[in-house]
């Protein structure tokens, strides 16, 4: 095998928690996300809605080590629960469509501050809108 070929393979094997630079880049887009609930006034809802469970402070936490795992790195969330069931996660939680659109918009603002990539920000927010659908639980 060239070196080309090689390369090329391992790009295409890459995971998500690669291609946005591993643990620091989870915890760089954490951060941010977080920044952006706690100071944007249109997350407003959504940091309430933090509030009302563990904190924003826990939430940056467990999104961390959550999101290293569902990111292909290591299952941190998994090690320290036993489990990564998003919707169990979120049980206790009433998400409707107007707090999962807050939530995605907010993400995406998070992507953008970091100036990702198009092709990693549309794997990304595919992934995360995908899982953000099924765990709406209340009507409007």
């Not at 706690?38 to 309430?48: F, G, M, N, S």
């Amino acid at each position: 095998m060239t070196q080309h070929q090689a390369s090329t393979n391992d790009s295409t094997h890459q995971t998500l928690y690669d291609l946005i630079g591993g643990e620091a880049g989870v915890k760089n887009l954490v951060e941010v996300f977080y920044d952006i609930i706690e100071i944007q006034p249109e997350a407003h809802k959504l940091h309430l809605l933090h509030l009302r469970g563990n904190g924003i402070a826990h939430a940056r936490v467990e999104q961390f080590n959550f999101l290293c795992g569902f990111l292909g790195g290591p299952k941190l969330y998994v090690e320290k629960h036993g489990h990564s069931n998003i919707r169990t996660m979120h049980d206790y939680i009433e998400i409707n469509t107007e707090s999962k659109d807050i939530w995605l918009q907010c993400m995406t603002l998070a992507i953008d501050t970091m100036n990702m990539e198009a092709s990693v920000k549309n794997k990304l927010m595919n992934h995360f809108t995908s899982v953000a659908e099924r765990l709406v639980n209340q009507a409007e």
